[in-house]
């Protein structure tokens, strides 16, 4: 098993971190997997509007584990997850939660991993929510709900 332990806020400082644990290069703001680590690949996208993504497209031969550190800067994570373990089972998930409070993830080994994860700061979330109707009465509900785990498969809607 490996684990990766992080308070990062910054997802472009979290991607070099993954690539130094996982003993891997960085190339064009893409991690490639190795076969002795398995097999995909982990992008790092800046978006101009202040957002960061990592991409997550892999399976591996270990189990991973993310341990996320509480952190002192308050920002928020959006993650959309799609996995398929050995025996073909799909199931998906969405995770919002905010880096003042700490979280594990687990990779399992052999299991195929599609994943986006957005990171956004609380200036950035308030002035989006500012814009909307009931954009108050949400950022409210929000600080009470994270971190906020659903498990259901996603379709289109």
């Known amino acids: 098993m490996i ?7 910054s997802y472009e400082d979290f991607f070099r971190h993954i690539a130094k644990c996982l003993k891997l290069k960085i190339s064009e ?5 190795t076969p002795d680590k398995g097999m995909g690949y ?6 101009m509007n202040g957002l960061q993504l990592l ?7 270990q189990d991973i584990v993310y341990y996320r550190k509480k952190s002192e800067k308050e920002f928020y994570v ?7 373990d050995k025996d073909g089972i799909s199931k998906s998930s969405v995770f919002f939660g905010n880096t003042a409070q700490e979280w594990y993830y687990m990779a399992g080994a052999n299991t195929h991993l599609r994943q986006i994860n957005i990171i956004f700061s609380k200036k950035w979330l308030e002035d989006y929510l500012s814009n909307e109707e009931t954009g108050e009465m949400l950022n409210n509900y929000l600080s009470l709900k994270t971190p906020l785990v659903v498990y259901e498969l996603m379709d289109t809607e």
Request: charged share 20%.
């Open 3 to 9: 684990k990766i332990d992080y308070n990062l806020t």
């Open 42 to 47: 982990i992008k790092y996208v800046n978006l």
């Open 29 to 33: 703001n893409i991690i490639t997997l």
């Open 78 to 84: 959006l993650r959309l997850d799609d996995f398929t």
């Open 55 to 61: 991409i997550y497209d892999y399976s591996t031969v």
